[in-house]
Nanobody
Framework: QVQLVESGGGSVQAGASMRLACEVS????????MGWFRQAPGKDHFFVAA????????YYADSVKGRFTISRDNDKNTVYIEMNSLKPEDTAIYYC?????????????????WGQGTQVTVSS
C-alpha cells in the first residue's frame, strides 16, 4: 500500500514563504519520480513542479519558476516544495504525486499515486 502524506500547509500573507513536505511509504522512494500539483476550487489539477528519482532534474510550471523550489531527500523518503514570494493566486490545495517511471512529466494522469492534499491560503 503506497501512502503519500503531505504536511506544512496553512495561511500566510502575500510575499511570505512556506515549505510543504510529502513523506512516502510503501514503495522504494528512489524509484519514484515525484511531482507537486495544486487544485483551486472548481478547477482541475494544475502542475507545479516535478523532480527526477535522484533529484538531478527538475521541471517547473512557468507561473512558479523562480519562486518555488522542489527537492527530495531519499534517505527520509520525503519530497519538499519551498514556496517563496507567495501570491494570492497560489491559493489552492496542494497535492504530491508519485510516478513509477524514470521520466518527469507535467501530466497529472501519468502519476500513479496521490496524497490527500494540504490547503495553502495566501491573502493579500
Amino acid at each position: 500500500q503506497v501512502q503519500l502524506v503531505e504536511s506544512g500547509g496553512g495561511s500566510v500573507q502575500a510575499g511570505a514563504s512556506m515549505r510543504l513536505a510529502c513523506e512516502v511509504s510503501g514503495r522504494t522512494f528512489s524509484s519514484l519520480v515525484m511531482g507537486w500539483f495544486r487544485q483551486a476550487p472548481g478547477k482541475d489539477h494544475f502542475f507545479v513542479a516535478a523532480i527526477s528519482r535522484i533529484g538531478a532534474s527538475t521541471y517547473y510550471a512557468d507561473s512558479v519558476k523562480g519562486r518555488f523550489t522542489i527537492s527530495r531527500d531519499n534517505d527520509k523518503n520525503t519530497v519538499y516544495i519551498e514556496m517563496n514570494s507567495l501570491k494570492p493566486e497560489d491559493t489552492a490545495i496542494y497535492y504530491c504525486a508519485a510516478r513509477e517511471s524514470a521520466i518527469i512529466t507535467a501530466a497529472s494522469n501519468a502519476y500513479d499515486y496521490w496524497g490527500q492534499g494540504t490547503q495553502v491560503t495566501v491573502s493579500s
